[in-house]
């Protein structure tokens, strides 16, 4: 999710734990320290572009690092609150805030490692955009008018609108799942590995991906609240096999690189359409019916042991915005 979003989630935890009197020191020591796990995202190794992408949503975003996320919350927030709360009561609200954090990204489409280093799986359940407006909206409302006034049951309204929007979520993915399911059955297709995710900023217009026969398909799915599931046929591209076309390269950095990027992308790799040397995520796309991958690693064999670079593909011109429209409003 967003900061902002993230931070007034941690916000209205820390203060369901807070008696009224804390409430607002309570509200920024929640606010700050749920964004404080994503400080992951600026870990870098210049020389291995694909560490940065692998320690996103890793250890700091799992349940097992939050008494310890929230020890280091506490210990930078002392400083200016050390007069208004104690540290047992900055720790309380900082694990309340931190605690947040992962669980609310796993709510995302990118995946969250929820259970490292136990498991090393990425939990994405897909049910709310990384930005909603409408969510942050919501929030905002009531999150910030519970501080002002210092009412719990505002707070406690944050939470139901919070799960309203999942709830939400949850159903339009499950129709939107089913219509594409009940598609690829009338395509005679048999779909493998089917998934579901919402597109930026709503929850009306979705984008689906299954893998069959060698190709990766591209469909947008958009699941009006009162009307049937119209579902947008996109475009299909050969699934990039690692092993055949880069076989030959085994126990390299390319071939290694490659293996981890395919972790990562949860197999759906394929070229770019324009840049046949770059190989991307067919997940994600500016556009729910393309596979113009939104990023990727550039291959070169004349170089099999330097580390792939990780490329963005970001194109948000005025066609691909007014395509993207047409679909969001049924058009």
Request: without cysteine; neutral net charge; charged residues 20%.
């Amino acid at each position: 999710m967003d900061p902002l979003t993230h931070g007034l989630i941690g916000s209205a935890a820390a203060q369901v734990v807070s008696d009224k009197e804390k409430m607002r020191p309570a509200a920024f020591t929640g606010f700050v320290a749920a964004m404080m796990a994503d400080l992951d995202y600026y870990i870098h190794l210049p020389s291995d572009p694909l560490f940065n992408i692998e320690i996103h949503r890793q250890f700091s975003h799992s349940l097992i690092f939050i008494p310890v996320g929230a020890l280091i919350a506490s210990a930078v927030l002392w400083w200016f609150l050390r007069k208004k709360l104690s540290f047992k009561q900055l720790y309380l609200f900082s694990f309340a805030g931190y605690a947040t954090a992962g669980i609310s990204d796993a709510f995302t489409s990118y995946g969250t490692q929820l259970l490292w280093p136990f498991l090393d799986t990425r939990f994405a359940w897909n049910l709310v955009s990384v930005v909603d407006p409408l969510l942050t909206a919501g929030l905002i409302v009531f999150v910030g008018f519970g501080v002002w006034h210092q009412k719990k049951p505002l707070i406690y309204g944050a939470w139901v609108w919070y799960a309203l929007i999942l709830f939400f979520g949850f159903v339009q993915h499950e129709r939107s799942q089913s219509a594409l399911e009940k598609w690829a059955e009338r395509q005679n297709h048999r779909a493998e590995s089917i998934v579901v995710k919402p597109t930026i900023g709503n929850q009306i217009l979705w984008r689906g991906n299954y893998i069959h026969n060698g190709k990766v398909f591209a469909y947008g799915l958009r699941a009006g609240p009162f009307s049937p599931v119209n579902v947008y046929e996109g475009e299909s591209a050969k699934l990039v096999e690692i092993d055949e076309e880069f076989g030959q390269y085994k126990n390299t950095t390319l071939y290694n690189d490659l293996r981890r990027f395919e972790r990562l992308s949860e197999g759906y790799l394929i070229r770019h359409p324009e840049k046949s040397h770059i190989i991307g995520d067919g997940r994600y796309s500016m556009l729910p019916t393309s596979l113009i991958p939104l990023w990727g690693v550039e291959t070169d064999t004349t170089d099999t042991e330097r580390h792939l670079p990780f490329l963005y593909f970001r194109d948000a011109g005025e066609e691909v915005r007014t395509e993207f429209l047409d679909m969001l409003l049924g058009k």
